[in-house]
């Protein structure tokens, strides 16, 4: 699935689409981003601020290890998709339409750094 993925200490694999430039965010900044996320298993879309037509703005230390994880090697205006390894996501208790112990695909677009 995600063959050429940079894969990083933690277990979580990324690819980017683009690169963007300037800065990545620290855990002490929000963020403003576009993201798709899908269950790995079956693909299934669960959330998206995209469909929305919004983007969505976040402190970087508010969101699951993950989420965070994939944003913090960012620049602004990237594109990448991140695998997220259940351990980093919603692990055993799982959350809303996503069940325990599921691993996690999220389509990021990093818009603005605050």
Do not use: C
């Amino acid at each position: 699935m995600m063959d050429n993925a940079t894969v990083t200490e933690s277990g979580l694999k990324y690819v980017d689409q683009v690169v963007g430039a300037g800065e990545s965010p620290r855990m002490d900044q929000e963020v403003t981003v576009h993201y798709t996320g899908k269950l790995a298993s079956n693909d299934r879309k669960f959330d998206s601020s995209v469909d929305r037509g919004e983007p969505a703005t976040f402190p970087m230390n508010g969101v699951i290890k993950g989420f965070s994880e994939g944003l913090s090697t960012m620049k602004v205006g990237g594109k990448r998709t991140v695998f997220i390894p259940s351990a980093l996501g919603y692990g055993p208790r799982g959350t809303g339409p996503i069940p325990p112990n599921a691993d996690l695909i999220f389509e990021l677009e990093l818009i603005a750094i605050r």
